[in-house]
């Protein structure tokens, strides 16, 4: 696990996100989502991913193996986070590209 003060703050972002795999989520409608009255988590999310609010991510929990999660904000890059925490990572965002080329056929 990394220690938060060891990591550039331009490489990660921190994520607000809900367990939400019986969202109406459609990528392409990204405005018009709205999240489900859940427990939020913070999750760490590697900059590059470039996350946005309506992204599903895929993160790896304690109890329940791999989990997609909906993100419900992006948290600003100067948003102090709690250094008593071991914050786990995205382990990567779902890209709907290919899947929505082939339903489109």
Not at 10 to 38: C, G, I, L, M, W
Not at 54 to 82: A, M, R, S
Not at 84 to 98: L, M, P, S
Request: aromatic share 12%; charged share 20%.
């Amino acid at each position: 696990m990394m220690e938060l003060d060891k990591i550039n703050p331009e490489f990660y972002r921190a994520v607000s996100v809900v367990y939400d795999t019986n969202s109406n989520y459609n990528p392409n409608e990204k405005s018009d989502y709205k999240p489900p009255k859940q427990n939020n988590y913070t999750y760490l999310c590697y900059a590059s991913l470039k996350p946005m609010v309506g992204n599903v991510l895929i993160v790896l929990t304690p109890h329940n193996g791999y989990q997609c999660v909906t993100v419900v904000e992006v948290l600003p890059k100067d948003h102090k986070l709690n250094p008593n925490i071991k914050y786990k990572w995205v382990i990567d965002k779902v890209n709907h590209t290919a899947y929505n080329k082939v339903m489109r056929k």
